[in-house]
């Protein structure tokens, strides 16, 4: 797994690409916390994602609450294959943001 | 040395003993990376002792076992060790810790081979009470709960690491019609979503022709057959189609060998 923060509007976008497991999601956690702890809203870009497991959308799970108790956003983009049937697996695709591209950000 | 062959679980001449008695001859098994396969047969047709092969938790007598490239039957504690953080196994029992809530025996294998902080471990533990319609009974101990719970107890705590391959000992027995049919989605679920191969041992027909790719039947410790539901259901041979039918096994009687069981507890 490989990440890249860039930014999108005031958006931070973190994208993953690869797969995110036990091994490297505790990174994905560590930066997702701190964008949001510094007051940003993310977008989490999932197009070039080809697999997520339970510890990184338990990630996802804990960075969405703060960021909804911090009053900021975070939103999923561009989720397919796996990693989306992982979402509905969960019935977390009915709870996150979920948005198909970058091109439905509106600022 | 044997190179290891293309299969995540490859099986080649497997004979296994209990003592004397013979309980698997010549056994031959090969599953495919993402199959679900069902592994049939009556009480007494081996299938629990090929289960337990399959988890290097017996000796063969004889025979090769090969599970994700590793030699089962020949390799070290450690390697061992490595692959069993990569399968998952839900026994029919459930099998949990009586002296645990259900809560920590699900997450117990994180915090036994994991660094994950403990937020996500709890996160994790939460999504698949969740998924096994468990939501709530974290910190219930396992005796308050019924054999239904139990069992999706069980699997819950098999699927926590997200393992590549999942075995499951008689997923429907003692469940209710409506339970049952919950799991068997579960188990397609599970595999489309997490790519997971599943090898279930079960006697339950229903469940098996709804998410098999293929059906392995065992019939005293030899493989009948292995074909895909449609074959199964189409078999010619007289053991599947009372194994289908529910008929009982009309076995022909030798006579001397029966009265000599009788007499002496012999074969």
Known sequence: MVYQQTKHLHYQILKLTGEVDLHNSPQVRKQLLAILKNGSSVLVDFSSLSYIDSSGIATLVEAFNLAKNSKLLLTIVGAVGAPLQVLELTNLNKVF??????????G | MTSAPQGIIEV?????????????????????????RVIMGGSGSGKSTLLNHLLALLKPTSGSIFVDGVDVVNTDRKTLSKL???????????????????????KLPLKRHTRLDDHTIDIMTRLKLELMNLAGFEDLMPSELSGGMLKRAGLARAVIMDPKLLFFDEPSAGLDPVTAVELDELILKLRDAMNMTVVVVTHE?????????????????EIAITGTVDEIKNSRDERIQNLINRRPRNETVD?????????T???
Do not use: P, W
């Not at chain 2, 069993?84 to 920590?104: C, D, H, N």
């Not at chain 2, 027909?205 to 410790?221: M, W, Y």
């Not at chain 2, 006579?255 to 007499?263: C, D, G, N, P, S």
């Open chain 1, 97 to 106: 943001h979920m948005v198909d591209s970058l091109d439905d950000i509106k």
């Open chain 2, 12 to 36: 080649k001449g497997l004979v296994s003993h209990y003592g004397k008695r013979k309980i698997l001859k010549n056994v031959d098994l090969s599953v495919q990376k993402g199959e679900i």
């Open chain 2, 84 to 106: 069993r953080q990569k399968t998952g196994v839900a026994f029919q029992s459930g099998a949990l810790f009586s002296s645990m809530t259900v809560g920590e025996n699900i």
């Open chain 2, 205 to 221: 027909l229903e469940s098996a022709f709804k998410i098999a790719d293929k059906i392995t039947v065992l019939f005293d410790g």
């Open chain 2, 255 to 263: 006579a001397e060998q029966y009265i000599k069981r009788l007499t």
């Open chain 2, 265 to 267: 507890g012999k074969n």
